[in-house]
């Protein structure tokens, strides 16, 4: 079992830059590869990156390819994304999710198996 806790979400000016982070419990958090999602209002939740197991590998969408970062702590059980050069477009409740699958990247939202409650992410034109 992990559980997922968001945090670091807010309302920041396009151009401006947030810190998303998602705090796991349990022991065996290095055995989950780890995703960020989102979802806006009326759409589906969409892939943003994903971390392997050791933080070795990552994979991202293209729409936030060279502007976000997504990084893990396995010491202190936490994955972070790093969201630079913002749009308004970025604008959802991002989701931090974990998966024990050995296949590496994980796109789709149902080969996760633990999500957190989400934190908020407004940008302003």
């Known amino acids: 079992q992990v559980q997922l806790v968001e945090s670091g979400g807010g309302l920041v000016q396009a151009g401006g830059s947030l810190r998303l982070s998602c705090a796991a419990s349990?022991?065996?958090?290095?055995?989950?590869?780890l995703g960020w999602f989102r979802q806006a209002p009326g759409k589906e939740r969409e892939f943003v990156a994903t971390i392997n197991r050791s933080g070795g590998s990552t994979y991202y969408a293209d729409s936030v390819k060279g502007r976000f970062t997504i990084s893990r702590d396995n010491a202190k059980n936490t994955v972070s994304l790093q969201m630079n050069s913002l749009k308004p477009e970025d604008t959802a409740l991002y989701y931090c999710?974990?998966?024990?699958?050995?296949?590496?990247?994980?796109?789709?939202?149902?080969?996760?198996?633990?999500w957190g409650q989400g934190t908020q992410v407004t940008v302003s034109s």
């Open positions: 349990g022991r065996t958090f290095s055995r989950y590869s």
């Open positions: 999710g974990a998966h024990g699958s050995n296949w590496f990247p994980r796109m789709d939202v149902r080969e996760y198996d633990y």
